[in-house]
């Protein structure tokens, strides 16, 4: 189990991974292959995996006693700077100035639970770009608090929160 914890964590190289727990590299890519997927059956059954398919995401939260107050906004992870040109235009975000792949997730404001994850996109993809693709079908009753990236963005949920530039900024 710790070995899959730590793979999943920090994404080592498999031949550090193999230096960590006392193997060689193949042994760490093979015990990587046969562990993730148990790993992941494991979390479905105990029901802590995000929902993946937007369009079931408003079913599986609307009993969900935390969803009420939840988080939506777009993370980027780094990825190998892709060799050709026109991969790397489409991964390079000048945001981050980084090479990245972007997810949006949403996330209940009280327990942190990630109770969405979006499909994976180029690290140029814009937050809102992503979220109007996805198409997530929202429970009513949520109250959803979004960041500048997703100005625009309007679901149909009960309140949207989004912060608004302060005076002090432009001074």
Same mark, same amino acid.
């Given at each position: 189990?710790?070995?899959?914890?730590?793979?999943?964590?920090?994404?080592?190289?498999?031949? %550090?991974? !193999?230096?960590? *727990? !006392?193997?060689?590299?193949?042994?760490?890519?093979?015990?990587?292959?046969?562990?993730?997927?148990?790993?992941?059956?494991?979390?479905?059954?105990?029901?802590?995996?995000?929902?993946?398919?937007?369009?079931? %995401?408003?079913?599986?939260?609307?009993?969900?006693?935390?969803?009420?107050?939840?988080?939506?906004?777009?993370?980027?992870?780094?990825?190998?700077?892709?060799?050709?040109?026109?991969?790397?235009? @489409?991964?390079?975000?000048?945001?981050?100035?980084?090479?990245?792949?972007?997810?949006?997730?949403?996330?209940?404001?009280?327990?942190?639970?990630?109770? *969405? @994850?979006?499909?994976?996109?180029?690290?140029?993809?814009?937050?809102?770009?992503?979220?109007?693709?996805?198409?997530?079908?929202?429970?009513?009753?949520?109250? @959803?608090?979004?960041?500048? !990236?997703?100005? !625009?963005?309007?679901?149909?949920?009960?309140? @949207?929160?989004?912060?608004?530039?302060?005076?002090?900024?432009?001074?």
């Amino acid at each position: 189990m710790l070995f899959a914890l730590v793979y999943q964590k920090s994404y080592p190289l498999q031949s %550090f991974q !193999g230096e960590l *727990f !006392g193997m060689a590299q193949s042994r760490a890519n093979e015990w990587v292959h046969r562990l993730l997927p148990i790993l992941k059956q494991a979390l479905d059954d105990i029901g802590v995996t995000p929902e993946r398919d937007p369009k079931k %995401f408003k079913e599986k939260e609307e009993n969900q006693p935390d969803a009420s107050d939840s988080i939506i906004d777009g993370t980027e992870r780094r990825r190998q700077r892709p060799k050709k040109a026109e991969k790397q235009v @489409l991964h390079y975000s000048g945001k981050k100035k980084i090479h990245s792949d972007k997810n949006v997730i949403i996330a209940t404001a009280k327990r942190k639970r990630i109770s *969405f @994850l979006s499909q994976t996109y180029p690290g140029k993809t814009h937050d809102k770009k992503v979220a109007d693709t996805e198409e997530i079908l929202y429970p009513e009753q949520i109250a @959803l608090h979004k960041d500048t !990236g997703f100005q !625009g963005y309007e679901p149909k949920v009960q309140k @949207l929160y989004q912060p608004k530039k302060s005076r002090a900024a432009k001074n």
